[in-house]
């Protein structure tokens, strides 16, 4: 139980650095996503359910929803996913060039 913790620990921490290393908000969401999905575990391992189910509810659930409908409504989630289209073009254009 000791290593189970510590390795989600760890990765609550890897995620708090990765969240503010991001400079994509559409990721940056989704790890945010993720961080309070690995604390509700945690909450749960340390007994307390409570506290679990209202953070993959409210951290996890309602926030990034949220999130995603004030991107969308920016029109930021369609920019980021046209650009990461082209970026991924581009690599394959590259590897196609490459494998010639």
């Given at each position: 139980m000791?290593?189970?913790?510590?390795?989600?620990?760890?990765?609550?921490?890897?995620?708090?650095?990765?969240?503010?290393?991001t400079?994509?908000?559409?990721?940056?969401?989704?790890?945010?996503?993720?961080?309070?999905?690995?604390?509700?575990?945690?909450?749960?391992?340390?007994?307390?359910?409570?506290?679990?189910?209202?953070?993959?509810?409210?951290?996890?659930?309602?926030?990034?929803?949220?999130?995603?409908?004030?991107?969308?409504?920016?029109?930021?989630?369609?920019?980021?996913?046209e650009?990461?289209?082209?970026?991924?073009?581009?690599?394959?254009?590259?590897?196609?060039?490459?494998?010639?």
């Amino acid at each position: 139980m000791d290593g189970l913790m510590l390795a989600l620990v760890i990765l609550l921490v890897i995620c708090a650095v990765a969240v503010s290393a991001t400079r994509k908000l559409l990721p940056a969401i989704i790890i945010f996503m993720s961080y309070s999905l690995i604390m509700s575990i945690v909450w749960l391992l340390l007994e307390a359910p409570d506290l679990a189910i209202t953070e993959a509810a409210v951290g996890a659930g309602i926030t990034s929803v949220l999130f995603f409908i004030t991107l969308k409504r920016l029109g930021i989630m369609k920019q980021e996913l046209e650009e990461d289209e082209e970026e991924a073009e581009e690599y394959f254009e590259k590897k196609e060039g490459s494998d010639e």
